[in-house]
T-cell receptor, first 115, second 113 residues
Framework: GNSVTQMEGPVTLSEEAFLTINCTYT??????LFWYVQYPGEGLQLLLK?????DKGSNKGFEATYRKETTSFHLEKGSVQVSDSAVYFC??????????????FGAGTRLFVKA | NAGVTQTPKFQVLKTGQSMTLQCAQD?????MSWYRQDPGMGLRLIHY???????DQGEVPNGYNVSRSTTEDFPLRLLSAAPSQTSVYFC????????????FGQGTRLTVV
């Protein structure tokens, strides 16, 4: 079945450091790929997405490229800020699976950014 | 912009009690779902619905019931609460179109003692 594997956390970085959070997936068909972010005490919100191979999603300085050959969707940011401290979830959605849709989430990676 | 609204935000139950977690969305989305979030396990799908009158089980449905009488509402019922159901619960909705993201509520933190 479909699954998402992302690097375990927590990840601790200093402000202005480079961030990479690895994500790989297993899926049949042609899923869409997402990164969601969860700030403390809040629900998940979409950070970025890519709907087909080689698409690059980007938002708020974060980027991720849909790599079908390596089944990966790694999240990157060139210079993190303290306000980026949150939990990041990689996810996939196979929209027409069994006539509906299911979003499959990774376990989440907690990021701490120190000033 | 209300989006997806969940109530209550916090709840403490005794083992064996029943309760209903409410979820409402005002975006006219056809798809709605319930997830539970546990440390180190990400989000796991409990139940989902592809439209009013249609529901289906996710990967962890035991101990939970749902119904979808309207497009807007998708309540989750705990029939007889158990400590293993202590978790944070999220409701999400999405339009029918493919390749679209899910919109989440703020979550309900449930503790069963």
């Amino acid at each position: 079945g479909n699954s998402v594997t992302q690097m375990e956390g927590p990840v601790t970085l200093s402000e202005e450091a480079f961030l990479t959070i690895n994500c790989t997936y297993t899926a049949t068909g042609y899923p869409s790929l997402f990164w969601y972010v969860q700030y403390p005490g809040e629900g998940l919100q979409l950070l970025l997405k890519a709907t087909k191979a080689d698409d690059k999603g980007s938002n708020k300085g974060f980027e991720a490229t849909y790599r079908k050959e390596t089944t990966s969707f790694h999240l990157e940011k060139g210079s993190v800020q303290v306000s980026d401290s949150a939990v990041y979830f990689c996810a996939l959605s196979d929209p027409w699976y069994t006539g509906g849709f299911k979003t499959i989430f990774g376990a989440g990676t907690r990021l701490f950014v120190k000033a | 912009n209300a989006g997806v609204t969940q109530t209550p935000k916090f709840q403490v139950l005794k083992t064996g009690q029943s309760m209903t977690l409410q979820c409402a969305q005002d975006m006219n989305h056809e798809y709605m779902s319930w997830y539970r979030q546990d440390p180190g396990m990400g989000l796991r799908l409990i139940h989902y619905s592809v439209g009013a009158g249609i529901t289906d089980q996710g990967e962890v449905p035991n101990g939970y019931n749902v119904s979808r009488s309207t497009t807007e509402d998708f309540p989750l019922r705990l029939l007889s609460a158990a400590p293993s159901q202590t978790s944070v619960y999220f409701c999400a909705s999405s339009p029918r179109q493919s390749h679209t993201e899910a919109f989440f509520g703020q979550g309900t933190r449930l503790t069963v003692v």
